[in-house]
């Protein structure tokens, strides 16, 4: 039975429950859960009706010790503590049912050993119901945190429900539950589907001590001719390890390792790139008997396991005695270079996402150490840099940050990846955005991202071209003259050009450092004009043919004639072209079109002069020189 998924809405135990149990018992069979314990008022017996609500735990992932009517409307609930260990009591996730149409309750959650937490920020309890199986969180005013008097002193939470649907059983966590069966059936479809082109391989690692699998994935493509490299080549294939799901109760961290799986056997190109130079070992359930069990942070003997990895024992945690095996084995490899660690995590306290490092006394290992945390701010809007931390805390020497850099080749980047259970903060600063099962994703997803960064910042990668980005980034399908148009005249309205006075600005051609083409000296034709370019002599009869190389600088030939003779300066006030219907000012252009020389001089087409730097180096600078002071004179 332990092994068996099971929907927690059906009722259906996931624990036996013993002869010697009553109905109102709390569940000694079931590890502390309550087991479809049905809370009457005070003087009533017999069956259970309408509005006497039906409490259910023993469940996967469920975790409920006890339930009290404390008032008409008001229940105190009692969460169960880690297995073997009384010191850890935050999760809860336990199902209601047998209500009543438009009843509304209190619950109070009276035995929570974590004061610092983010119930006050922002995090609130999430629903959801058989009717409505989409999780949803509770409105931040039906929700309080405080220390009660009446509860000698603890830390409470207490919120306010209204049941809506007699037939609906209503389920309450403090975070969207991800349970090993779960995980078992997402690694079974992804199998199923990756048909004969093997993308990653999937075995057990070890047998945990309830009999679940340990499941470690391998994610590559890497070719034959790879991995035939050895250490003095210097030529290693690069190997990055994920763990996921150290604490039972950081279901956040599976949603995290989902979104980097997806991303990595799919078709994206940044996953293909990974993939085809990368090798990724991920575990991405620790702690399954944890998990099961409904835990906080503890497997089975109720021991931390982020706070053994230096004394992990093959009885007691074999999980974690398996994993550093493989770490040494890839450590001590001709082949293998194991370059990061990352151990995915949520937390309860703070906003975001952010990563924990460590601190080395060689100052070019804690640089290196340095880089990746920094790219990852980059690319996740969600990250939080005033929460990353480097420490060497004695404290946490036995969390797998601080094994793998104690322990491993100075080569290894250890770090713990954490995302907040609640949300993260926007670009005002104020307003918290929360998290679901998609934001999760994004934080896998951004974390492939930053190792494709990582390595083309350390020139593992080559950087792609200018072209090649160009090309990636355009749009695929119809091209973008054929989209809709809006057609607002608001925003696409031109305005009219304001009436200004324009005055004469003549042009000094002789005062720019140009050079007019004149080559030819002799004469003033068109077989002294040389074609070179397209150049024009300062000077130019005008009676020349439209089709003459001398003009093919000129798109118009009568512009050119045109603003020759009576409208040259287009700029000038004087010569411009007069009005309709006024005899005298058509007399005076004419006049003044008369006095015009046959003769007039175009401006010539410039164009500058290009000078070769190699040559400089050469000594024909003063060669070069020369040639200007000749065009000066010419």
Request: aromatic share 10%; hydrophobic share 35%.
């Amino acid at each position: 039975m332990l092994g068996i998924a099971c929907d927690p809405l059906q009722h259906t135990s996931m624990y036996d429950r013993g002869s010697d149990d009553s109905e109102d018992s709390d569940g000694e069979g079931g590890l502390g859960n309550v087991s479809r314990v049905i809370i009457r008022p005070p003087g009533q017996s017999g069956k259970a009706k309408r509005g006497h609500l039906c409490f259910d735990a023993a469940f996967e992932t469920g975790n409920l010790g006890k339930a009290e009517l404390v008032g008409e409307f008001e229940y105190d609930l009692f969460l169960r503590p880690d297995t073997c260990n009384p010191r850890f009591r935050f999760w809860f996730n336990f199902t209601v049912d047998n209500v009543k149409q438009d009843q509304r309750v209190l619950f109070n959650i009276v035995n929570i050993s974590k004061s610092r937490n983010l119930f006050n920020s922002g995090l609130t309890p999430l629903v959801k119901s058989s009717s409505r199986p989409k999780w949803q969180r509770l409105p931040k005013r039906q929700v309080f945190f405080y220390r009660s008097a009446m509860h000698q002193g603890h830390y409470v939470l207490s919120f306010g429900f209204n049941f809506d649907k007699e037939e609906d059983v209503y389920m309450f966590a403090l975070a969207m539950p991800y349970s090993y069966s779960r995980l078992q059936s997402y690694l079974n479809v992804i199998d199923a589907r990756q048909g004969t082109e093997k993308r990653f391989t999937r075995c057990v690692l070890v047998k945990s001590l309830q009999n679940r699998n340990v499941d470690l994935l391998t994610i590559d493509q890497v070719t034959h001719s790879q991995r035939s490299t050895n250490r003095l080549e210097r030529s290693f294939i690069r190997v990055i390890v994920i763990l996921c799901r150290t604490h039972s109760s950081e279901a956040p961290a599976s949603h995290v390792c989902q979104g980097l799986i997806e991303f990595l056997v799919g078709n994206h190109p940044i996953a293909q790139v990974l993939r085809e130079n990368f090798v990724f070992k991920i575990v991405p359930m620790v702690n399954p008997d944890g998990v099961f069990l409904g835990n906080n942070r503890c497997n089975l003997m109720g021991q931390d396991m982020n706070r053994n990895w230096h004394v992990a024992s093959e009885f007691t945690q074999p999980e974690l005695h398996a994993i550093r095996n493989v770490l040494k084995e890839l450590d001590n490899s001709d082949t293998y270079q194991i370059d990061f660690v990352i151990d995915l995590h949520a937390n309860n306290s703070m906003h975001g996402c952010f990563i924990y490092g460590n601190t080395y006394e060689d100052v070019y290992r804690y640089e290196r150490h340095l880089v990746f945390p920094r790219l990852f701010a980059n690319n996740a809007k969600d990250y939080i840099a005033e929460h990353t931390m480097f420490n060497a805390d004695e404290r946490k020497m036995g969390s797998v940050r601080r094994y793998c850099c104690e322990r491993l080749s100075d080569t290894v980047n250890a770090y713990t990846l954490e995302v907040s259970m609640a949300g993260h903060y926007l670009r005002d600063g104020k307003t918290i955005a929360l998290y679901n099962e998609d934001g999760y994703h994004r934080v896998g997803r951004n974390l492939a991202r930053t190792l494709l960064q990582y390595y083309r910042f350390i020139n593992v990668l080559p950087v792609p071209l200018v072209s090649e980005m160009r090309q990636q980034g355009k749009r695929r399908g119809r091209p973008r003259t054929h989209h809709s148009r809006s057609r607002s005249r608001t925003r696409y309205e031109v305005k009219p050009r304001p009436k200004t006075t324009r005055c004469h600005a003549p042009i000094a051609y002789t005062n720019l450092s140009i050079c007019y083409d004149s080559a030819g000296g002799g004469g003033g034709g068109v077989g002294g004009v040389s074609s070179d370019e397209g150049g024009f002599s300062p000077t130019r009869p005008m009676p020349i043919a439209p089709g003459s190389s001398c003009f093919s600088g000129y798109r118009n030939y009568r512009r050119a004639v045109t603003a020759s003779c009576g409208h040259h300066d287009q700029y000038s006030l004087g010569t411009s072209e007069p009005a309709a219907g006024s005899r005298h000012k058509r007399r005076a252009a004419a006049a003044v079109a008369a006095a015009l020389p046959i003769d007039v001089p175009v401006p010539p087409k410039p164009y500058l002069s290009i000078i070769d730097l190699n040559q400089l180096t050469r000594g024909s600078l003063k060669l070069k020189a020369s040639s200007f002071d000749a065009d000066d004179r010419r």
